[in-house]
């Protein structure tokens, strides 16, 4: 069994900053890419953030571009989110998600996806 586990989420004002990480635990699994999305109330899930592991090749939503750094941690089996200049309308359930093997289709897709988080909130303060 695999285990995405997020953390680092909160409420911070417009303007500041906040760091997501995101911990795999379970039996060893490759991976090929890892991502963030989220996901606010009433809305569809959002495409953020994603990293092919390894030669870290980015990947950005468009309106988190210039703002969010998406990296990984090979040695702590960890990725993170670091998220600048937030906006209000950046609150939202964040959520990582692992790919294990390539699969065809854009960047953004979430089907491309074989594990999910639990999902952490994100709130930000106007």
């Known amino acids: 069994q695999v285990q995405l586990v997020e953390s680092g989420g909160g409420l911070v004002q417009t303007g500041g900053s906040l760091r997501l990480s995101c911990a795999a635990s379970g039996r060893t699994f490759s991976r090929y890419a890892v991502g963030w999305f989220r996901q606010a109330p009433g809305k569809e899930r959002e495409f953020v953030a994603r990293?092919?592991?390894?030669?870290?090749?980015?990947y950005y939503g468009d309106s988190v571009k210039g703002r969010f750094t998406i990296s990984r941690d090979n040695a702590k089996n960890t990725m993170y989110l670091q998220m600048n200049s937030l906006k209000p309308e950046d609150t939202a359930v964040y959520y990582c998600?692992?790919?294990?093997?390539?699969?065809?289709?854009?960047?953004?897709?979430?089907?491309?996806?074989?594990?999910w988080g639990q999902g952490t909130q994100v709130t930000v303060s106007s």
């Open positions: 998600a692992a790919q294990v093997t390539p699969k065809a289709g854009p960047p953004y897709a979430s089907s491309k996806y074989d594990y």
């Open positions: 990293i092919i592991w390894s030669g870290g090749i980015t």
